[in-house]
């Protein structure tokens, strides 16, 4: 087998989920919510099923969902996009992070990434023969500095992959970090790759794409995804918004490894992406009210939770909660023992990585979220008695 994939691990989603659906512990590890999701765009896809868009549709998205992407980014962002030329739909946003990478980088270019990592990154880099440079992020506040970034980019940089809002850590980059990372893209001639799939899954600021900051426009490929925007995760209707010249190349590489995705799907995006702002309020704030309550529980059980911004996510210190095992001896005995699955954070570093770290979804259902936290408890009182 090709080295790159024979020493390629399972991922950490499908690790955890699995003893999830072996043991049936509570799964609170992979991001996905276990609410059926919006019934009008489910109906929608329904009707498009029933009523044609089920043959190939254009390569680069069915003419509705790229318009509404179009009209989406201009009502949310005062983004102007050319919807016939500067919109790529793909299956997924690992789809459009794949072909971006693999239509971006060739042998030996540089490649900037930021650990915590979200893992689909670096097999596609390492594909592609790019040469990852690592900036190393430390809880609780994840804080991107200058000096740690310019010690990884230069003139050999390539390409700088991005993940605002972040996964796992939930962080928001503030101002001052998009400015900086900006700064320095232009500065070197970096084109970036923006995985912006919790652009909407946002509570506090609102989401700024680095495509919005000055120089940024035709350097940059911003990624989306329908799966989170509307928490249809099996969906895998993404997309890539980029200038003209940029869309181009990466919609090659997608013309040859998916070509298209389920019109029938993006039918139903279309619709849902055209939903008032009211509509997108309302959906944060469902979010928000399960994300307090696992908090609230969390920290009853004398968890220390991490301060987060956005995304399905929240994460707890386990040295700081007086917890002493590691993050995935404790996600492993959590799992097996304590019947609630979690995803050690440490699976997102390639090299040091931070080892204190859980990360635990908070999208289900209360009753749900009330067992899995007398669960945490219970096994922080055994840990720390
Ligand atoms: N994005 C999901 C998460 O972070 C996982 C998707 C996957 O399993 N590849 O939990």
Redesign the pocket.
């Known amino acids: 087998m090709n080295p790159v994939y024979s020493a390629l691990p399972t991922?950490i989603?499908?690790k955890m989920?699995a003893i999830a659906r072996e043991t049936g512990a509570i799964n609170l590890?992979?991001?996905?919510p276990d609410a059926p999701g919006p019934e009008d765009i489910r109906r929608a896809a329904a009707d498009a099923v029933m009523n044609g868009y089920n043959q190939y549709p254009p390569m680069l998205g069915i003419p509705e969902l790229r318009r509404a992407l179009a009209d989406h980014y201009c009502r949310h962002h005062n983004i102007d996009l050319d919807w016939q030329t500067e919109v790529v739909v793909t299956s997924g946003a690992?789809e459009a992070i794949a072909a971006a990478i693999l239509s971006l980088v060739s042998e030996g270019d540089e490649v900037v990434m930021i650990q915590p990592l979200?893992?689909?990154y670096m097999p596609m880099v390492r594909r592609a023969g790019g040469i990852p440079r690592l900036i190393r992020l430390e809880p609780p506040h994840w804080t991107i500095d200058a000096t740690a970034l310019d010690a990884v980019i230069g003139p050999k940089t390539r390409l700088l992959i991005f993940n605002n809002p972040a996964?796992?850590t939930g962080k928001m980059y503030d101002r001052a970090a998009l400015e900086l990372l900006a700064e320095r893209c232009v500065r070197h001639d970096v084109t970036a790759i923006c995985d912006e799939?919790w652009e909407h899954i946002v509570f506090g600021a609102d989401h700024t794409p680095l495509i919005t900051l000055p120089g940024m426009r035709e350097r940059t490929v911003k990624i989306g995804s329908a799966g989170k925007i509307f928490a249809l995760?099996g969906w895998k209707v993404g997309w890539m918004i980029a200038g003209k010249a940029l869309a181009a190349q990466v919609a090659k590489a997608h013309q040859f490894m998916t070509f298209t995705t389920p019109p029938n799907l993006q039918a139903a995006a279309a619709i849902g992406l055209a939903k008032p702002r009211d509509w997108f309020v309302g959906m944060r704030s469902g979010f928000e009210r399960s994300r307090a309550r696992l908090v609230t529980g969390l920290e009853s059980a004398g968890y220390k939770v991490l301060p987060s911004q956005a995304t399905?996510?929240v994460s707890v210190d386990l040295e700081a909660s007086g917890i002493e095992l590691d993050d995935v001896s404790f996600a492993d005995k959590m799992a097996l023992e304590g019947g609630v699955v979690t995803?050690p954070v440490s699976a997102f570093f390639e090299e040091e990585p931070v080892r204190n770290i859980l990360r635990l979804?908070y999208c289900k259902e209360d009753a749900v979220l009330d067992e899995a936290i007398g669960r945490l408890a219970q096994m922080r009182t055994a840990l720390t008695s």
């Open positions: 991922t989603f499908e989920s590890g992979q991001g996905f690992t979200y893992d689909a996964n796992p799939v995760t399905w996510f995803i979804c």
